[in-house]
């Protein structure tokens, strides 16, 4: 993890054309940058993928032809989020599937994504663990219902920029209460485990 008293995290999510990271091909990737506890609206990545064939996971995240015939090639795509990400620490929820498709995705292309992770989720029930949530009606850890558990409205939900977005209000919040209940990120950290054997 970035020892910087400031590290730069990329808050990140995929759409994709399925659920396994070895044989399924991203849709879209959006991101943005949290630093310092906020949002930085000025470092944020967004990219669609030409790419992909028209299939029920297409059709629910409500990408047109139109759209896709304008986009990138997932080589152009995965390079630009490479060079974005740069050393930051990746965050998002259940980050371990998007980590390991973009990974996948990186290999093909001669390259890696060794940036450690941080999963919303782990951080949610690391808090829930330790009393945080005390006396807070907790409906589960799924990203809705942090979502409505912290009063962060669900704009653009299931697009990869929207959700990351929320992603990155809900990770400023956890990552506040963490702090004050002495839980340490860096505790929380996930690696790929295929990249790490790769390396």
Same mark, same amino acid.
């Given at each position: 993890?970035?020892?910087?008293? &400031?590290?730069?995290?990329?808050?990140?999510? =995929? +759409?994709?054309?399925?659920?396994?990271?070895?044989?399924?091909? @991203?849709?879209?990737?959006?991101?943005?940058?949290?630093?310092?506890? +906020? @949002? =930085?609206?000025?470092?944020?990545?967004?990219?669609?993928?030409?790419?992909?064939?028209?299939?029920? *996971?297409?059709?629910?995240?409500?990408?047109?032809?139109? +759209?896709? *015939?304008?986009?990138?090639? $997932?080589?152009? *795509?995965?390079?630009?989020?490479?060079?974005?990400?740069?050393?930051?620490?990746?965050?998002?929820?259940?980050?371990? /599937?998007?980590?390991?498709?973009?990974?996948?995705?990186?290999? !093909?292309?001669?390259? &890696?994504?060794?940036?450690?992770?941080? &999963?919303?989720? !782990?951080?949610?029930?690391?808090?829930?663990? =330790?009393?945080?949530?005390?006396? !807070? +009606?907790? %409906?589960? /850890?799924?990203?809705?219902?942090?979502?409505?558990?912290?009063?962060?409205?669900?704009?653009? %939900?299931?697009?990869?920029?929207?959700?990351? /977005? @929320?992603?990155?209000? @809900?990770?400023? %919040?956890? $990552?506040?209460?963490? !702090?004050?209940?002495?839980?340490?990120? *860096?505790?929380?950290?996930?690696?790929?485990?295929?990249?790490?054997?790769?390396?």
């Amino acid at each position: 993890m970035d020892s910087k008293a &400031d590290p730069r995290y990329v808050v990140f999510d =995929c +759409e994709t054309t399925g659920l396994d990271p070895a044989k399924d091909g @991203i849709l879209t990737i959006g991101a943005v940058a949290v630093r310092g506890g +906020e @949002i =930085c609206l000025d470092d944020e990545f967004d990219a669609i993928l030409s790419d992909w064939r028209m299939t029920s *996971a297409v059709l629910v995240h409500g990408i047109t032809q139109a +759209e896709a *015939a304008r986009g990138e090639t $997932e080589g152009q *795509a995965v390079n630009k989020f490479l060079d974005y990400v740069g050393d930051a620490v990746l965050v998002g929820h259940h980050v371990g /599937f998007d980590q390991k498709i973009v990974a996948h995705a990186a290999r !093909r292309l001669g390259r &890696d994504l060794p940036n450690p992770a941080l &999963d919303t989720m !782990r951080i949610a029930l690391a808090l829930e663990e =330790c009393g945080a949530f005390e006396g !807070r +009606e907790i %409906r589960g /850890f799924d990203l809705d219902s942090l979502g409505a558990l912290f009063d962060v409205e669900p704009h653009d %939900r299931h697009t990869a920029s929207g959700d990351a /977005f @929320i992603t990155a209000q @809900i990770f400023i %919040r956890l $990552e506040r209460m963490a !702090r004050k209940t002495g839980i340490t990120l *860096a505790n929380l950290i996930e690696r790929d485990d295929e990249e790490r054997e790769a390396r």
